[in-house]
């Protein structure tokens, strides 16, 4: 239980920058997910807070403890820094019992034999694993591995928790559970998780904040669903979003004094825009399939479009629709009965659109506030 | 930087596996790169043996005389450019002697239905594990005529046919007994590449209406054909280092290769010259590997990729089954227990070239010394035979140590470099450690002769010691232990030790309570191939032996040198024995696949 405090942190590996200049506070018993594709330094940055691998330059600190510091060759080692990880592989021991796995690191430090035994059985209860004990991981389903991983971790009380990608391993039912009993063990034990995945949908469903990484630099910290509504820039609002947010190339004009974007056969105006300088640049056009609505008749706010592939999802569909010469995916709720080129009529949610600038950074989105 | 960051930074990184990487290359330098750099050193200067050779010089000044003898003049074609033919002609006939056997038993056994394939493959590694030269013995031993004296061969005595030399010796027998041992290698090797055949690259093509051999001419073999490249340059490089075959063959007419001819040299005291024919070798092994990673390294990794090997249907070999059987069966009992047997019958035989049953004697067994029996040699019977006894004793001493010290040092070198993977040391490391690999045997054993025949500043000579066989065979056979550890290790995960490191195990805790327990049977099992090699190995150890440190392998050649063949074939018969009898223990104990490790 204590905060996670990274300053200036760069890795290099040779002449490659694993993560960059990374200045990062995990707050104190906090969920906290490192969000990102695979690369984007999110499990190196979780490998120099256990200590696996050592920053090329800045400070970390744990609670009230620096455990490394380039600059004052302050380092402290994994086994001294009081947190646990779980391994995306679980790296558990396949030549030791579960028992062993658990107590492996009680023994270590040497307690007595009542505590181990005491300990080790108080932790199989939480998880529920206290009936495989006595077996080899070979022996265990994915997901009874994966509680026996986080019951090695736990026995130690640690300080900190960090996984890596631990469900990433496991089918998809599996995942769901594993996602509830998570976030169920952070409340009752209250401590700090860092947790890495490149799932946005498991860092959305999970955290408390989510930390989005790409290219080694941080993109934004913020809770889930300000990053999904709020996202800071074009990379954030691309990679967070299932189905993905349509994004369309367009150009800023003026509308009634305020600034609005022009975008394919699409139109939306941003009222609290006033800077008229803008007028003329290119601009993207951002809005989430869930933020359109569809209807098969004409409306008089309606683009029209032509249905170009109709997918149905269970309790939602997800509709292509041809807009000028974009395609744009749009979620419906029920069932219209739609078919290949028939002409509909789309209209953006209002206060949903988002417009970013040609760098990528989000210019405004409707219903700022 | 400033000092204290500097300080935090050392403390950082002096992290067991880097101070284990420096430690392993230093010690691998010292044994592979410097013997090398001794070697070219040696063939500039004139030696104390040398001195009456040539006009005028002083031991230890510089000269060119060694260079200009074996390569210009009238001296270099006996002295290099003869033998040189000849080890060509020599290695690659019987590699392609051995390819051919070795490639069609291999498609045989897992292509087509031929019955007891588990008994034939079993048979079919034996050759190679028995010593190289086992089979020259019992072809001199069936095949004698008079011309090197003494008695004739049992052929000649069964059938009173006396063969011509060039049956009896020479090229022709050197390159079938070769062939004979070597082909377990093709075996191995291609029929893992012909399992590791995705069966379904098959299944398209006849779905395609390809019939069965358009499938294998258009399929199969091009996919089995980096396999068999492959396979050939290893044969190729293997044989041309072998130094018994040729030794005993190609003695009795004078044929030389450049394994003898390093040999005749150093024996003739002309060490300059043998060092520069040990060089020349080792460019040849260099120049093989080379060609090998180079040349075939992209074309060799899509055989092992696919490695799905589903059921497949079998060829029927129809009418052909039994008859191939009988061949197959015929051929691998000529190549296993027909030998073995004509070395024990000659070891029982009281009088040489007499093989009627009263001559039947164990005298050469367990006989005591005299001078008026058999052979009148004056030596005991081998089992009660001191020197021969100690020799015994010395290659056990040696095969076990030398593969203990492999176990260990692999086991560290795979550790190292799975743990440094992807910088630069890791590398370095497993190219150093692979060196040797390229090293024809004797050639490396004289880089050995040359390093340790003076102390180096504290490092004593080692001369005449077993310890300096121990280290030769070692650094010799590290390759195949260093590459079952290097895989072995890439394949449980740096997170495994990572676990422990965050449960605060030290380096100590970690290695013998993870790592060690997970790779305990890989390290047991690659215990199995350096002892067998040590036990069988001559022509490594050739130039390094003394009397005082003779090996069972060392000292046949002495026996074999006065014609008093009945001892050397009774030592053979015992080296088989144990290398058979270890091998045997192993797999059972272990399940240990000799195969797996053959090739690296």
């Known amino acids: 239980m204590a905060e996670i405090v990274l300053k200036n942190v760069t890795k290099k590996f040779g002449s490659v920058v694993a993560v960059d200049n990374l200045s990062l506070v995990i707050k104190e018993g906090s969920f906290t997910t490192l969000l990102g594709p695979s690369g984007c330094g999110k499990t190196t940055t979780l490998r120099m807070i256990a200590g696996l691998d050592h920053p090329t330059s800045g400070e970390i600190w744990i609670g009230d403890r620096c455990v490394f510091s380039s600059e004052k060759g302050h380092y402290v080692p994994p086994g001294k820094r009081n947190l646990g990880l779980v391994f995306q592989s679980y790296a558990l021991w396949p030549h030791m019992t579960v028992f062993e796995n658990i107590s492996f690191g009680l023994s270590v430090q040497k307690r007595r034999a009542e505590y181990i035994q005491e300990m080790t059985r108080e932790v199989a209860a939480i998880l529920r694993i206290e009936d495989l004990l006595d077996r080899y991981p070979s022996e265990l389903s994915g997901g009874q591995q994966q509680r026996v991983a986080i019951a090695r971790v736990l026995v130690m009380k640690p300080q900190v928790m960090l996984l890596d990608e631990p469900l990433s391993n496991l089918d998809a039912k599996l995942r769901m559970d594993m996602r509830s009993e998570l976030k169920r063990l952070h409340s009752e034990t209250g401590s700090t998780i860092v947790y890495v995945t490149h799932d946005q949908l498991e860092a959305l469903t999970m955290s408390t904040d989510v930390a989005v990484l790409h290219n080694g630099i941080l993109q934004q910290l913020a809770a889930p669903m300000d990053l999904y509504h709020r996202p800071k820039n074009l990379f954030i609002a691309d990679f967070v979003g299932n189905p993905r947010i349509n994004l369309i190339q367009g150009r800023l004009v003026e509308d009634q004094g305020r600034v609005a974007i022009e975008a394919g056969g699409l139109r939306a105006s941003f009222p609290r825009v006033s800077d008229l300088s803008l007028v003329g640049q290119e601009a993207t056009l951002g809005v989430r399939p869930e933020d359109i609505v569809l209807s098969s008749d004409p409306t008089p706010e309606g683009f029209k479009a032509t249905v170009y592939s109709v997918l149905p999802a269970g309790s939602e569909w997800y509709v292509r629709v041809k807009v000028g010469n974009d395609l744009v995916t749009v979620t419906t709720y029920d069932d219209m009965g739609l078919v290949n080129d028939q002409p509909v009529w789309i209209r953006i949610q209002p206060n949903r659109a988002k417009c970013f600038t040609n760098n990528g950074e989000l210019l405004a989105y409707i219903g700022q506030d | ?600």
């Not at chain 2, 400033?2 to 420096?22: D, E, K, M, S, W």
């Not at chain 2, 130039?543 to 074939?569: C, E, H, M």
């Not at chain 2, 192993?586 to 090739?599: E, H, N, P, V, Y």
Request: hydrophobic fraction near 50%; proline fraction near 6%; charged fraction near 10%.
């Open chain 2, 1 to 600: 930087m400033n000092p204290q960051a500097f300080l935090g930074r050392v403390r950082r990184n002096a992290t067991p596996h880097a101070i284990l990487c420096v430690i392993i290359v230093a010690f691998l330098l010292y044994v592979v790169v410097v013997p090398l750099a001794v070697m070219i050193k040696e063939t500039f200067i004139v030696h104390p043996m040398e001195r009456f050779q040539i006009p005028g010089a002083m031991p230890g000044d510089a000269t060119l005389h060694h260079w200009k003898k074996t390569f210009t003049g009238s001296s270099a074609g006996p002295f290099f450019f003869k033998p040189l033919m000849n080890t060509l002609i020599m290695s690659i006939s019987m590699s392609i002697l051995a390819l051919l056997i070795g490639g069609v038993l291999a498609w045989l056994v897992v292509r087509t239905d031929l019955p007891c394939k588990k008994f034939i493959s079993n048979l079919a590694i034996v050759p190679y594990i028995m010593p190289s030269w086992t089979m020259s013995l019992a072809w001199i031993t069936l095949f004698k005529n008079p011309r090197i004296g003494g008695s004739v061969g049992l052929f000649q005595y069964l059938t009173g046919i006396t063969l011509p030399d060039w049956f009896s010796y020479g090229m022709f027998p050197i390159v079938i007994t070769l062939a004979v041992h070597y082909f377990p290698f093709g075996f191995m090797l291609i029929s893992s590449a012909l399992e590791d055949i995705d069966s379904q690259l098959e299944e398209s093509a006849e779905l395609l209406g390809a019939g069965r051999g358009l499938t294998l001419r258009k399929i199969v073999f091009p996919l089995v054909m980096p396999a068999i490249l492959s396979t050939f340059l290893l044969t190729f490089s293997r044989g041309f280092g072998t130094f018994g075959t040729p030794s005993f063959l190609g003695g009795p007419v004078r044929l030389y290769v450049l394994s003898t001819l390093l040999h005749a040299n150093l024996v003739g005291q002309r060490p300059g010259m043998a060092y520069l024919v040990a060089l020349v070798m080792i460019l040849m092994g260099s120049l093989i590997l080379y060609m090998d990673t180079k040349l075939l390294g992209a074309r060799k990794s899509y055989v092992t990729i696919s490695g799905k090997g589903g059921k497949r249907g079998l060829v029927s070999l129809g009418k052909a089954k039994w008859p191939a059987t009988v061949l197959v069966m015929t051929f691998l009992v000529c190549v296993t227990f027909v030998p073995f047997g004509v070395l024990a019958i000659e070891s029982l035989t009281l009088i040489p070239g007499d093989y009627s049953l009263s001559n039947l004697t164990l005298h050469y067994w367990i006989g005591p010394a005299s001078t008026s029996i058999g052979l009148r040699t004056g030596e005991a019977g081998i089992l009660r035979n001191t020197e021969i006894l100690r020799a015994l004793g010395n290659s056990l001493k040696v095969a076990v140590l030398t593969a203990l010290l492999c176990g260990v040092l692999g086991m560290l070198i795979g550790y190292t470099v799975a743990r440094m993977r992807g910088t630069r040391f890791a590398g370095v490391l497993d190219q150093l450690s692979f060196m040797p690999y390229l090293m024809p045997s004797i050639a490396f054993g004289s880089a050995f002769l040359a390093l340790f025949s003076v102390p180096r500043g504290p490092i004593p000579s080692l001369y005449g010691t077993l310890a300096l066989l121990v280290l030769a065979c070692t650094v010799k056979y590290l390759p195949y232990s260093s590459r079952a550890g290097i895989s072995a290790m890439m394949q449980i995960g740096p997170e495994l030790e990572e676990a422990a490191t965050m449960a605060g195990a030290s380096w100590f805790k970690r290695i013998s309570s993870i790592i060690f327990p997970l790779q305990k049977s890989s390290f047991f099992s690659g215990l199995l191939l350096p002892f067998i090699s040590a036990m069988r190995e001559l022509s490594l150890v050739v130039l390094l032996v003394t009397p005082g440190t003779q090996l069972a392998t060392s000292i046949t050649l002495k026996f074999t040198d006065r014609g008093w063949y009945p001892y050397t074939n009774a030592v053979m018969i015992l080296i088989v024995f144990a290398v058979l009898v270890t091998t045997w223990i192993s797999r059972k104990l272990m399940g240990t696949d000799l195969a797996k490790g053959i090739g690296g």
